[in-house]
Nanobody, 115 residues
Framework: QVQLVESGGTTVKAGGSLRLSCSAS????????PAWYRQAPGKERELVAS???????NADDAMKGRLIISTDNTKNTVDLQMFGLRPDDTSVYYC?????????WGRGTQVTVST
């Protein structure tokens, strides 16, 4: 069992930056494929960025070049830094990891980008 808690969501002006953090209850190196997803009202949840192996990071086309996903094994966190935020980035952002064949999700953190 893995518990995930996201933090860092807030309201930011367009063009601004934000850092989200996902705190895991277990050691990060025992967890596979950490990822961030987001879901806007009325839309399906979509992948924002993921780590699928050492040095292998993936990002949604809409956010490529505007984010950095990273893990901190000492803090058991998965972080998402976002830059050049736009109003259409407004969503609830969720952290997801895999462990022992199961997917675990956090409850999400709201990011609102104002004009």
């Amino acid at each position: 069992q893995v518990q995930l808690v996201e933090s860092g969501g807030t309201t930011v002006k367009a063009g601004g930056s934000l850092r989200l953090s996902c705190s895991a209850s277990r050691r990060i190196f025992n967890i596979n494929n950490p990822a961030w997803y987001r879901q806007a009202p009325g839309k399906e949840r979509e992948l924002v960025a993921s780590i699928s192996g050492p040095g292998n990071r993936n990002a949604d086309d809409a956010m490529k070049g505007r984010l950095i996903i990273s893990t901190d094994n000492t803090k058991n966190t998965v972080d998402l830094q976002m830059f050049g935020l736009r109003p259409d980035d407004t969503s609830v952002y969720y952290c997801k990891v895999q462990s022992s064949g199961h997917n675990y999700w956090g409850r999400g953190t709201q990011v609102t980008v104002s004009t």
